[in-house]
Structures are given as C-alpha cells and as structure tokens.
C-alpha cells in the first residue's frame, strides 16, 4: 500500500512524501512529460536521473493507438520498456480522445471515436481505461473522465461531472480486479480520482466532497488551463481544493508555467505535469529566473555565458548561449536536446527549492522573490 506523509505545512503549502511501489516521491513534484515513453527532444530515461526527474509521466492514448499496450505488457510494462526505474504516472487517456480524435460520441458507457493517427474506430470506457493502463503497470493510473470546456455551459457541466463521477466507480471495480488478476504488471496499481466542474465553484466544491468521500490513492484537478484566465484557475484552486482530502497527494493536471506552479502550491497542490519545459525547449526557449530567453536570436550570437549562471545543470556547466545558438540556427539536434535537458532541471530543481522553502517556513519570501525576478505579480488568495 502507498503511504502519503504530510511533513510539514507553511501556509496552505504542503511538504510531503508519497511512498509507492515504485520508489519515493517528495512533495510539491513536476511529473516529467515523456508522452509515448520518451521525453520529446531525445532525453532517454536514464538521463533524466541526472535532471532530478522524480516521476515520469506517460500518455495511455498515445501509447494504446501507436504501439499498443498489449505489446508493452509483454515487453514487460512501460517501466522495463523505457528504462526507467522510477514512478510512473499513466493519464486515462481522456483528455486525448476528447481534444484529438475525431467523429467522437460520448454515451454513459464511454466514447466512441475515430483515432487521430490512421482513423480506426476505437471505443474507450472506464474499464478500457483501465485495462490499458494495467497493461502498461504504470505506479499511478489516473481514472476516465470527461474534460469538458472551462468555459461550458452549467447544464452540460453538470450532466458530464455526474457521468465522470459514475465512470469512477466503474474504474475502482475494475482496477480491483485487475490488481487481483496473475500476470498483472503491477498488483499494487494505485488510482486517482479527477475532480471536474469547469468554472463552477459549487460544482467543483459538491464534486472535491463527493470523490474524497471514496478515499482513493489521490485527487487530480482537472479541467483547468484549458480556456480559462490564470485568476479564475487561481479562484477555482482557492474553493476547491481545501475540499479534497489532506492526507492524500493533490494533483493539478496540465499546469504549467513556473509562476502557475509557485500560485498552485501556494494553494495546497502537491503533483504538477506540463509539456511547457520540453516543447519550449524544442523551438529554443529555455526558462531562467529572470524570464524565458529565446536563445535563436541574434542577441545571443557572441554571449559565452551559459544559459543562466546561476544554474549547475549539465547543459550550464558546459555550454554557452552562443553554442546553443549555433546549434539551432544550423538545425541541429543537439541545439533543441539542450533545450529541454535545461528546461526539464529547471523545473525539478525548482521543485527541489520549493520543498526546502517549505520546510524552512519561507515559501511566501521564495514565491515573492521568485515572481519578481520574473517580472511577475502575485495573485492574492481568496
């Protein structure tokens, strides 16, 4: 069984510690993206060790419809497959079949669609969900939902938030059985539960209550930075998550910038994803402490520092602005991988200060130095 430990508490910010199966994670973590078990901008799994990465996170849909789960269950999980010997979050793969697939129709069984990548008709439910991520034995599936708009009307809001939650029951029953089957990848496969509700606080708050009351493995907030500003993502925080269960880890799905990160964990948040870091980094733009530099131009032509001097990452301790600039103009892969390497030991290693800022009782100095730095205001708590 997993255990989640809250350490220590500065303000509404959480230190803690969530022991897996599959290792250790320390809290407040930015789960690295690595979509269809790599991390885009060819960063291989081993290397991520020296990136501070704690948790990987790998993408259900895209690995059902490239590669298929069957045949990562016989290579022996996506773990063994990608040579990572962390924690591993997989998503339901919802939040894919319904901002990519074509043609879909949802009903209370689940979504019917056409995949993006050669139009095969595919059908995935919560047991679907379920049985692919198992097949994956990832230390962390995420349950099925419905992620609609954040800006949706209230009927539609309110109808998809009662099917998501009845698809959450369906994704417990079947993940029992599945953790009980032999041959499973791994038995002790924990389950998260998403709270949904777009921009609707009564909504969200009766949903963070509803699932809570179920004393799954851990709650996501899902649904945000998906329309809506960063205040009200900062107001919807602010309501709904004193209303999800302490004791377990808290998890914001899809976010996001650091100054968005510092804002979360300032709000009670434990688990961040985002392809930012990796995406950024492959069109050049790496993050520093006084803001993200675009290293294509021409500014850069004759600059020797490195990406940011304050920085000790392996790209920093070895290359120059310059270098880097060389790289990318001649468009050479290199230019893009040193990227995403700074960008993705930016970001765990800010996590890293973010934890010791906690435990030191100083997150609020840290946030306030950090947003200052980067030209930012903060965003006042309700």
Known sequence: MATYELLKEDGRAKRGRFTTVHGVIETPVFMNVGTAAAIKGGVSSPELYELKCEVELCNTYHLHVKTGDETIKKLGGVRKFMRWDGPVLTDSGGFQVFSLADLRKITEEGVSFRSHVDGRKIFMGPEESMRIQSNLGSTIAMAFDECPNALAERPYV????????????????EMRRLNQLPGTVNPEQLLFGINQGAIFEDIRIKNAEDIGELDLDGYAIGGLAVGETHAEMYRILDVTVPHLPKNKP???????????????VDRGVDFFDCVYPSRNGRHGHVYTWSGHLNLKNAAFELDEQPIDESCDCPVCRQFSRAYIRHLLKADEILGLRLCVMHNLYFYNNM?????????????????RRRLEGMGILETPKT
């Open 250 to 264: 808290t998890y914001l799905m899809g976010v996001g910038t650091p100054a968005n990160i510092l804002e979360a």
């Open 158 to 173: 309110e109808a998809s938030v009662a099917r998501t939650y009845r698809w959450l029951l369906r994704c417990m029953a």
């Open 351 to 367: 996590m890293e200060e973010i934890r010791a800022a906690i435990e030191e009782e100083r997150f609020a100095e840290y946030k």
